[in-house]
């Protein structure tokens, strides 16, 4: 089983920036695809960003590509999600999670999420 713990949201204005972290304990983290989803009020979870397990590849929804940058550190079984330029709809929590090929989520259950919250 793999515990997932978000951290680094918070309230920020338009057009700034935020740093998310996911610390992942249990299985062996730096062989899995990892990624980050986001809920936002009212809407259903969706796929935002992954990586696969050497941080060679990456890959993103439309909606945030160009201003959100997704890396791993496995030394310290960790994946972050670097935002900029954020925009009112990013206003959601924020999960990470393994990923599959269908880009959905792949371990249960998942953390907590961190809220982010963008101003207009």
């Known amino acids: 089983q793999v515990q997932l713990v978000e951290s680094g949201g918070g309230l920020v204005q338009a057009g700034g920036s935020l740093r998310l972290s996911c610390a992942a304990s249990?299985?062996?983290?730096?062989?899995?695809?990892m990624g980050w989803f986001r809920q936002a009020p009212g809407k259903e979870r969706e796929f935002v960003a992954g990586?696969?397990?050497?941080?060679?590849?990456?890959n993103y929804a439309d909606s945030v590509k160009g201003r959100f940058t997704i890396s791993r550190d496995n030394a310290k079984n960790t994946v972050y999600l670097q935002m900029s330029s954020l925009k009112f709809e990013d206003t959601a929590v924020y999960y990470c999670?393994?990923?599959?090929?269908?880009?959905?989520?792949?371990?249960?259950?998942w953390g907590q999420g961190t809220l982010v919250t963008v101003a207009s």
């Open positions: 990586i696969n397990w050497s941080g060679s590849t990456t």
């Open positions: 999670n393994g990923v599959n090929v269908r880009k959905e989520g792949t371990f249960n259950p």
């Open positions: 249990g299985r062996t983290f730096s062989a899995y695809t």
